[in-house]
């Protein structure tokens, strides 16, 4: 962050060997530094709201639901954890990939919280814009309450920078969803990744992908500001 001037951030838990033990994101928003970081918990499908609550006190701002590694069998059924986050004012991140939001579209039609969806849907890009899950995240876009992250390029792309094959997608939920509800997200440390990945290197390509100054204004900083309660 000091080496790209990046003063505010949003700090994701990982689905991995942490497990639903958030203490080290905790720790670290404590100790923000001068700097506003807000965090993303991961939590089990009957968590509390007393939890939640103690979480959003310490500047979590969200619940990470990762379909695209743990599969959505997982999340079919968590009406009652969406309507906790919606009461808390929370928001659901959930990263899906290739067909898997059309599983879970039922559950966000019906459910109320705001939600995020993380590293543009992960489409399968060999399958078009129009393939039906692509679509049905672009049908989201009408309801006022879902967001997308303009990110992961490298993880559905399938080719290395720039990333051509999923450049198209990106265009596409920024005019469905409007620079006023999509974010940019770094996708570091790059867990997973299958070649060497610099932060740099994808924020430039944010940059050459997204001319537009007002545009990018929005995306890296109005938006998230709006979402996460981000002040100046």
Same mark, same amino acid.
């Given at each position: 962050?000091?080496?790209?001037?990046? +003063?505010?951030?949003?700090? *994701?838990?990982?689905?991995?060997?942490?497990?639903? &033990?958030? $203490?080290?994101? !905790?720790?670290?928003? #404590?100790?923000?530094?001068?700097?506003?970081?807000?965090?993303?918990?991961?939590?089990?499908?009957?968590?509390?709201?007393?939890?939640?609550?103690?979480?959003k006190a310490?500047?979590?701002?969200?619940?990470?639901?990762?379909?695209?590694?743990?599969?959505?069998?997982?999340?079919?059924?968590?009406?009652?954890?969406?309507?906790r986050l919606?009461?808390?004012?929370?928001?659901?991140?959930?990263?899906?990939?290739?067909?898997?939001?059309?599983?879970?579209?039922?559950?966000?039609? +019906?459910?109320?919280?705001? *939600?995020?969806?993380?590293?543009?849907?992960?489409? &399968?890009? $060999?399958?078009? !814009?129009?393939?039906? #899950?692509?679509?049905?995240?672009?049908?989201?876009?009408?309801?006022?309450?879902?967001f997308v992250?303009?990110?992961?390029?490298?993880?559905?792309?399938?080719?290395?920078?720039?990333?051509?094959?999923?450049?198209?997608?990106?265009?596409?939920?920024?005019?469905?969803?409007?620079?006023?509800?999509?974010?940019?997200?770094?996708?570091?440390?790059?867990?997973?990744?299958?070649?060497?990945?610099?932060?740099?290197?994808?924020?430039?390509?944010?940059?050459?992908?997204?001319?537009?100054?007002?545009?990018?204004?929005?995306?890296?900083?109005?938006?998230?500001?709006?979402?996460?309660?981000?002040?100046?």
């Amino acid at each position: 962050m000091q080496a790209y001037g990046i +003063r505010h951030s949003v700090i *994701v838990q990982p689905t991995s060997a942490y497990g639903y &033990d958030n $203490s080290c994101l !905790l720790d670290t928003l #404590a100790r923000n530094k001068g700097r506003q970081h807000k965090g993303v918990v991961v939590v089990p499908n009957d968590v509390t709201s007393e939890t939640l609550a103690q979480y959003k006190a310490q500047g979590v701002v969200g619940v990470a639901l990762n379909a695209a590694l743990l599969g959505p069998e997982r999340f079919l059924k968590i009406d009652a954890l969406m309507g906790r986050l919606a009461e808390l004012d929370l928001y659901a991140q959930i990263q899906v990939k290739d067909n898997q939001l059309l599983a879970l579209l039922p559950l966000l039609q +019906r459910t109320r919280p705001r *939600v995020l969806i993380d590293h543009s849907g992960r489409p &399968d890009a $060999s399958a078009g !814009l129009q393939q039906p #899950a692509f679509q049905a995240l672009l049908s989201l876009a009408s309801n006022g309450r879902t967001f997308v992250k303009l990110s992961g390029l490298s993880q559905y792309s399938r080719q290395r920078y720039p990333y051509a094959y999923a450049q198209p997608y990106q265009l596409a939920l920024l005019q469905a969803f409007t620079a006023e509800n999509c974010m940019w997200g770094t996708d570091w440390p790059f867990l997973r990744a299958h070649q060497h990945m610099e932060l740099g290197t994808v924020l430039t390509n944010f940059g050459e992908l997204f001319p537009n100054a007002n545009d990018r204004h929005q995306i890296l900083w109005e938006t998230p500001k709006r979402l996460f309660g981000f002040t100046a």
